[in-house]
């Protein structure tokens, strides 16, 4: 093995989705060797909650299929043989779906969701189901059955530096920031590198907020582009499956792939969805950003707000 191929090996989870697809069809990593790396990393970061489920059985089984296709040349696309997560409020067959809650305990559905199937269909590599508030119903992903997700930035040195003198006397694994939600198991386990990409579910904001707070990319399709098919919802006229990726062109493939009309949903888009094309933006020196001056400053600041962002938020 080249020093390239060792220096890639070991920085391969750090890649985007086009990058790693390039290196399996290569032979520089095999779908077996990247899904046992990830599953090595859930075990790792198993305290941070972010599964439910982990389809250790299921996603070696995909992964091994995955390869046979690339010894082949057969490969089905851009995220044949990439580990993925999906928020437990997803129907996945013969995966139990709890939706964080103990009214669904032991309910294993007999068939996927839409979106779930069409990532499937693209040879990608289910690691498990998500951890979020019971039923999508909450903003932190604190209540949920399974116990709350802990934000993966609780543990680095920045964070623990600047709590340190807070934090003197306190119990260390209390000192923990939550993930934001109701998508936070995703966040999370997308921020630690366990999977590429993870479904969430959006109504008011259930992936762009523990995006945020977990320092990934989250995007809610317009209502209708993605079929809700197989989501068990919180608000049946709003819910929306949400992406939450590590970089903005790793969001658009998703995307593209889960994006179309599907006859078992009817509200989704009947035209045709043209390929998404990202723009090359490289000068934003004369991007301009709004910020509303509203009647009612408690939507933007309130007197819980961290020091920290209401400082830097100032204009």
């Known amino acids: 093995m080249y020093p390239h191929d060792i220096y890639l090996m070991s920085r391969i989870l750090e890649l985007c989705v086009l990058q790693v697809s390039a290196a399996l069809k ?44 690339y010894k082949k040349g057969h490969s089905l696309g851009d995220l044949d043989g990439i580990p993925i997560a999906v928020k437990d409020n997803f129907s996945t067959s013969g995966i139990e779906t709890t939706c964080a809650s103990n009214m669904l305990k032991g309910y294993v559905p007999p068939y996927n969701a839409t979106v779930v199937q069409k990532l499937l269909d693209q040879g990608a590599v289910l690691m498990g189901k998500t951890n979020l508030d019971e039923f999508a119903m909450g903003s932190g992903s604190t209540d949920g059955v399974f116990g709350p997700v802990k934000n ?64 990934v990319v989250g995007f809610k399709p317009s209502y209708g582009l993605v079929s809700r098919h197989g989501l068990i919802p919180l608000v049946n006229s709003m819910d929306v499956p949400g992406i939450l990726t590590r970089c903005v062109d790793d969001a658009a493939i998703v995307l593209g792939m889960l994006a179309g009309h599907d006859p078992k949903d009817s509200t989704t888009v009947q035209d045709p969805v043209k390929p998404f094309t990202l723009p090359s933006l490289t000068d934003v020196s004369k991007l301009c950003i709004g910020i509303p001056k509203v009647t009612l400053p408690f939507y933007y600041f309130t007197e819980i707000l961290s020091s920290q962002i209401s400082e830097s938020s100032k204009v």
């Open 152 to 215: 993966p930035w609780s543990y680095s040195k920045q964070y623990k530096e600047k709590t340190k003198h807070k934090a003197h006397g306190e119990n260390e694994d209390s000192n923990w920031l939550i993930t934001g939600g109701s998508s936070g198991g995703s966040a999370a386990a997308v921020a630690t590198f366990t999977c590429f990409a993870a479904l969430g579910s959006d109504t008011g904001g259930s992936t762009r907020n523990p995006a945020a707070h977990c320092g």
């Open 26 to 69: 290569q032979g520089q990593i095999t779908p077996t060797e990247l899904c046992q790396k990830c599953l090595s990393l859930i075990k790792k970061t198993k305290f941070l909650n972010a599964y439910i489920t982990v389809s250790e059985e299921v996603a070696l089984k995909q992964a091994e299929e995955s390869e046979k296709r």
